[in-house]
């Protein structure tokens, strides 16, 4: 194993799926932990996460992050629950990943098809810096603080109650602006006033929530809540910054477009920049990779590239003619790009990939496994010489920067050919176990094929059930509903015969009025208390204004500000069950607000709709500005009689 499988010192998870499936079974997985020592489990889903939520890795890595999130939905809510400081690292690569088995080989990591050494595999690969971070949220963090109980309503101290939770609220979005100012984070804040402080206020933070000095929770009546912004959709980000060999694709001009493609046509990175001159594109190039070829998708070379080339001493390669723009588009279709420049660079190195495959094949085969074959490539396309050569010039030099020492490597292939007879001797009793083998191995998948062809039948009848089930659900909802709609509307037919008889009763039952007087009836409009709160809600359901006549179920209790508030509507005139007030009796006598006793005029009620005879409200009115006009003469006799009184006591004085 290398020295780069412990490139990076920290805890790292490896995981693949043992047995089930994510989309189905509940699925049981291998686990690696690779820290100082390496620990292998077998665990549930449940117990994985438990581990990764106590442990806190640095990475959780895995040959396919959708052997851990059935969907991109369920991979988004993976990513947002793990802690703050693990990353999920996807080691074959990035959306068209490798086979795991070739990562392997190429990073000289032991391999085998069994889940726990693939976990294994992931572990160690991921340590060594390879592979790309999984992510669908940017580095700029919401941290909201809101009210942490509902203010509730009605009720004396509502309004005291309320603006206790506001002000609560702005106290605690002013300690956390001024810890994120103390942190030297930078943050944008938005807030939402209400009665008495804030109902919310959200900073958005740029920086991550571990690097965050503000904790979630309740407190008492605030809440503080942190959630990472979500991105465009989900991204693969290299773990680390590798000068793996690559071939570079160039679109320059006033957007300069740059593509890392590896010796096996995978898309490392591509970018496109108005604000990098020459110089940069080299440094860009070199700090992700050594370049094999440098290529451009027209013909001959531009200027600007055949400069980066030779920068970066690397072979060139143009098309016979310029590439067009349907062939471009065709080949760059499967990897996300911004914009024409990046699919023309892409193109340009994808398409000089595809010229060299033949060629980097027969390379490769003729490599020695301890031999970088990227090194032998670069060096056989730039020198223009053959595999041969450069492999006698590497074994001459033995402290090859990229190859290391091969001396030790050709004795050993010497003594596995002394060996040969002795293996020869073995290969035929090999045959006979691998036959025995293979009948046992057809045995057992035929096993096998009954057991997953009945679990499939047994999941099939599961989900029928389950659907019987859900339907069955759904119906006997809807047969509640039809009831209530059903008892709803009979309930309303009920009322509307009681209107229709309502109607006919103000129109046929008044024998001593002739038909067309009958049908001269004034509404009535029933309020249960004399309180100022009986008379604003009845204001809001069906309206009390000027010239109404209002009835009060309960007219005791009233004081001077009641009174006010209805002289102040002007009521034609006020029905009362019960007594009044002193005081609401004066505050109405002297506004001139007619009052009469409840009995006196006959109200016929259905629900909240009430009418009286116009007659009888007339009655009252005149019965009442008759009472008004006596109790009038009275407190003028009164008042003369006070001040003879008055002014007899003030002559004697004198």
């Known amino acids: 194993m290398s020295d780069r499988t412990r490139a990076l010192d920290e805890t790292v998870f490896g995981v693949d799926v043992q047995s089930g499936d994510v989309r189905g079974d509940a699925p049981q997985y291998a686990l690696a932990e690779l ?18 939520e106590a442990a806190e890795p640095a990475i959780v890595a895995t040959d396919n992050v959708y052997e851990l999130a059935e969907d991109r939905d369920a991979l988004i809510d993976l990513l947002r629950g793990l802690p703050a400081g693990t990353r999920l690292v ?15 080989n190429r990073h000289d990591v032991p391999y085998d098809r069994d889940p726990m ?14 592979g790309t971070v999984v992510s669908a949220f940017t580095d700029r963090t919401r941290v909201k603080v809101s009210r942490g109980r509902s203010p509730g309503k009605g009720g004396s101290s509502e309004d005291r109650y309320t603006r206790r939770i506001h002000g609560s609220v702005k106290r605690r979005a002013r300690e956390v602006g001024e810890t994120l100012d103390e942190a ?6 938005e807030v939402t006033e209400k009665y008495g402080g804030f109902a919310n206020a959200v900073f958005t933070v740029a920086a991550t929530p571990a690097e965050i000095p503000v ?19 989900i991204s693969f980000e290299p773990l ?10 160039i679109d320059p001009g006033t957007t300069t477009a740059i593509a890392l493609v590896d010796l096996d046509g995978h898309l490392l990175e591509v970018t496109s920049t108005r604000s990098i001159d020459r110089g940069g594109v080299v440094e860009w190039i070199v700090e992700r990779g050594r370049p094999v070829l440098v290529a451009a998708d027209v013909t001959p070379m531009p200027e600007t590239v055949e400069k980066i080339r030779r920068s970066v001493e690397a072979a060139g390669w143009t098309p016979t003619s310029d590439l067009p723009v349907d062939e471009k588009a065709h080949r760059t279709r499967e990897h996300p790009v911004e914009n024409d420049h990046e699919r023309d660079a892409l193109a340009a190195a994808l398409f000089a990939i595809d010229d060299h495959r033949d060629q980097f094949d027969r390379i490769a085969a003729k490599v020695p496994a301890d031999v970088d074959r990227g090194t032998v490539i670069r060096r056989v396309l730039t020198e223009e010489t053959s595999v041969e050569v450069v492999l006698a010039d590497l074994d001459s030099d033995p402290n090859d920067g990229e190859t290391g020492t091969r001396g030790a490597e050709y004795e050993t292939r010497r003594r596995a050919d002394e060996l040969a007879e002795r293996v020869a001797e073995l290969e035929a009793y090999v045959a006979d176990l691998e036959r025995e083998l293979a009948d046992r191995d057809a045995t057992i998948e035929e096993y096998e094929q009954k057991l997953r062809d009945a679990r499939s039948a047994e999941r099939s009848d599961l989900r029928e059930r389950r659907e019987v089930s859900r339907l069955e659900r759904e119906i006997d909802r809807l047969e509640r509903e039809l009831d209530d709609e059903r008892e709803r509307v009979e309930s309303l037919e009920g ?9 006919k009763l103000d129109h046929d039952d008044f024998a001593d009025v002739d038909r067309k007087a009958s049908a001269e009836l004034t509404p009535v409009k029933v309020v249960e208390k004399f309180t100022e709160a009986a008379i604003r809600d009845a204001d809001e359901r069906f309206g009390v204004v000027e010239g109404d006549v209002v009835l009060f179920r309960d007219a005791t209790g009233a004081g001077t500000s009641t009174a006010r508030l209805l002289a102040d509507i002007g009521p034609r005139l006020v029905l009362r069950t019960g007594g009044l007030s002193d005081q609401s009796d004066r505050v109405l006598f002297e506004e001139g607000v007619p009052v009469a006793p409840a009995e006196a005029v006959t109200v016929q009620e259905v629900d ?17 500005e008759s009472y008004a006009d006596e109790r009038r003469r009275e407190q003028n006799a009164a008042m003369v009689e006070r001040l003879i009184s008055e002014h007899r006591a003030s002559g004697s004085d004198g």
């Open 608 to 624: 909240e709709l009430a009418v009286a005879r116009e007659s009888d409200v007339e009655a009252a009115i005149d019965e009442w």
């Open 495 to 503: 009322k509307l015969e009681r209107l229709k008889a309502l109607w």
């Open 184 to 189: 030297g984070l930078e943050y944008d804040r």
């Open 240 to 249: 680390t910054q590798r000068r793996d060999h690559v071939v570079v694709g």
């Open 90 to 104: 996807q080691v074959t690569g990035g959306p068209d990943p490798e086979p795991l088995s070739r990562v392997a």
């Open 215 to 233: 904790t979630t929770g309740r407190s008492g009546d605030v809440r503080v809540t942190i959630e990472r912004e979500r991105g465009d959709g």
């Open 35 to 52: 820290d100082d020592d390496l620990v292998r489990a077998t665990v549930s889903r449940r117990q994985l996460f438990g581990r990764i």
């Open 117 to 130: 050494a693939e976990a294994t595999a992931s572990a160690h690969l991921a340590a060594a810096g390879v």
